[in-house]
């Protein structure tokens, strides 16, 4: 079981390509360019606000989740094919989904009366603002993250040892 462990922590390493950096950087981008524009043009500030910094965190919290969830479901499809092959896939599966949320978007922003589309939007901000959600957020989180890393795990070791057998 250490051998499998072994193998599955360096795998883990190759899929996310630049090792344990990668998590730090994805998790800083995006407070360090909005403090950098901040910075040098001081209007930017109105614009972000007090109340806008506040959402750093739940915006470094949401990248790790989307981190741990790609990884895990990388991860096993590296032991049935080579990895230049789970990303490319990966990646038309993303773009894909991509390009049918936003169709999606248009779709109902098209069909939908625009005063409906403002009270539920009212609605979602409200929500957004309940600080009541925020552990229950937190709480689907980290057991989503926590069940795809052990689903993740399990079928790796059945594929890795379905491989090495």
């Known amino acids: 079981m250490r051998s499998v462990l072994r193998a599955y922590r360096m795998d883990w390493h190759k899929v996310s390509s630049q090792g344990w950096m990668w998590v730090p950087a994805a998790v800083l981008a995006v407070p360090v360019l909005v403090t950098a524009g901040a910075a040098a043009h001081m209007e930017s500030l109105a614009v972000v606000g007090a109340a806008g910094a506040g959402y750093f965190g739940g915006i470094c919290v949401c990248l790790i989740w989307v981190y741990l969830i790609m990884v895990s479901l990388l991860c096993p499809l590296m032991y049935r094919f080579s990895i230049q ?19 999606g978007l248009a779709a109902v922003a098209a069909l939908v009366p625009k005063a409906v589309l403002d009270r539920a939007l009212d609605g979602v901000v409200a929500l957004a603002d ?7 957020l937190a709480v689907v989180g980290i057991a989503t993250a926590a069940l795809a890393l052990a689903v993740s795990f399990r079928v790796s070791c059945r594929f890795y040892l379905a491989k090495e057998l």
Not at 130 to 136: G, H, K, Q
Request: aromatic share 12%; proline share 4%.
């Open 85 to 103: 092959k789970v990303g490319i896939w990966f990646m038309v599966v993303v773009l894909a989904l991509c390009f049918a949320a936003v169709g």
């Open 130 to 136: 309940n600080m009541m959600l925020i552990p229950i």
